[in-house]
């Protein structure tokens, strides 16, 4: 499956994540987050990014067999994760868990379904330590898989920094999980014309180490294919 708005088609979402993605709240941070971080010069944080994640924490937990119920809560925190950017970079885990906190009850989470949603968001930034369960564990992979050249703002300006070109440099990304195996496989295609393997292992190592972290915490082992070899 690629990370594309067709992956996005094929899940049927329960009722609560869909009544989530119509929040008038949740929208406005989101486009707010995404234009601040545009104004920084980061890559895109908006809607894309945040289905994307949402919809890969779902189905890394429903397939490797977490209750339906622990699966929308990893889909609430993959879609809010990064809500708190609008209110400044360096903080925004924690921005974000507080802001989240009146989504959620507004959209019939109870409160504490809300406070592990609200601990998954604060976990998501990787250097934060301890990844305390499930629900944390499948965020932190969904959102460190995300690469794509989609994510890239300006394709004309991808020589200037090493995030846009490693991001443009991946021309397919696709996140497996093999539920027989207990594996969840990162396969990305990277056009090495544009950047280097080894620029991908600047950028990505810290994030790959934290993806290898949270999957042990889900009983499973973490993979990582670029150009059909094997890294990790
Ligand atoms: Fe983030
Ligand atoms: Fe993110």
Redesign the pocket.
């Known amino acids: 499956m690629q990370h594309s708005e067709a992956l996005q088609k094929k899940i049927n979402l329960p009722s609560r994540i869909e009544k989530l993605y119509k929040n008038e709240k949740a929208r406005i941070f989101i486009e707010a987050s995404d234009k601040y971080l545009e104004c920084l010069g980061y890559t895109e944080?908006g809607f894309r990014h945040s289905r994307i994640v949402s919809n890969s924490a779902y189905r890394i937990l429903k397939n490797l067999a977490y209750p339906e119920e622990t699966a929308i809560l990893a889909a609430a925190a993959g879609y809010l994760?990064?809500i708190?950017?609008m209110l400044g970079r360096e903080m925004?885990?924690k921005m974000?868990a507080v802001l989240a906190k009146e989504i959620l009850q507004e959209v019939g989470f109870s409160i504490e379904e809300s406070l592990k949603v609200m601990t998954a968001i604060v976990v998501?930034?990787e250097n934060q330590g301890a990844i305390p369960d499930e629900v944390a564990a499948s965020v932190v992979i969904a959102?460190k898989s995300d690469v794509h050249r989609s994510r890239v703002r300006n394709p004309s300006m991808v020589t200037e920094d090493i995030h846009d070109r490693v991001n443009y440099a991946a021309t397919e990304s696709e996140l497996t999980v093999r539920s027989d195996e207990r594996k969840i496989v990162l396969s990305l295609i990277i056009d090495t014309r544009i950047s280097p393997v080894i620029e991908y292992f600047e950028i990505f190592l810290q994030r790959m180490i934290a993806c290898r972290k949270a999957a042990a915490v889900l009983n499973a082992e973490f993979n990582l294919y670029i150009n059909n070899t094997r890294m990790a």
Do not use: A, M, T
Request: aromatic content about 0%.
């Open positions: 944080h994760h990064d708190g950017n925004h885990h974000g998501h930034e959102d």
